[in-house]
């Protein structure tokens, strides 16, 4: 299993600043190990951020994503003690969430 998302929700004025970093590492397919042999495909297909159950973010992302991604993105209507739970799906079917509690 991968390490945790680490997930940091600050609640500024009426929305919540989000910052999100997923530890995966993002192979292209493309590059090669050092016998010349293509390393396979692994990358993060999707993403969802969800507020006390309820999804306020869904990306679709590709080999082009640097490894280890970080997201930013604020979500209004938040307050402290809500909960985020943001969960990524890779192309092998790996899947992990992960939750935070805005402050």
């Given at each position: 299993?991968?390490?945790?998302?680490?997930?940091?929700?600050?609640?500024?004025?009426?929305?919540?600043?989000?910052?999100?970093?997923?530890?995966?590492?993002?192979?292209?397919?493309?590059?090669?190990?050092?016998?010349?042999?293509?390393?396979?495909?692994?990358?993060?297909?999707?993403?969802?951020?969800?507020?006390?159950?309820?999804?306020?973010?869904?990306?679709?992302?590709?080999?082009?994503?640097?490894?280890?991604?970080?997201?930013?993105?604020?979500?209004?209507?938040?307050?402290?003690?809500?909960?985020?739970a943001v969960t990524w799906t890779d192309n092998k079917g790996e899947s992990r969430t992960d939750e935070a509690t805005i402050a």
């Open positions: 299993m991968t390490e945790p998302t680490k997930i940091q929700a600050e609640l500024k004025g009426d929305a919540v600043e989000v910052r999100v970093r997923m530890a995966h590492a993002m192979e292209t397919g493309q590059r090669k190990d050092a016998a010349g042999k293509t390393l396979p495909a692994h990358f993060i297909q999707s993403v969802t951020a969800s507020l006390n159950g309820k999804p306020v973010l869904q990306a679709q992302l590709g080999t082009a994503i640097s490894r280890n991604p970080y997201f930013g993105f604020r979500v209004k209507g938040a307050r402290a003690g809500d909960k985020l």
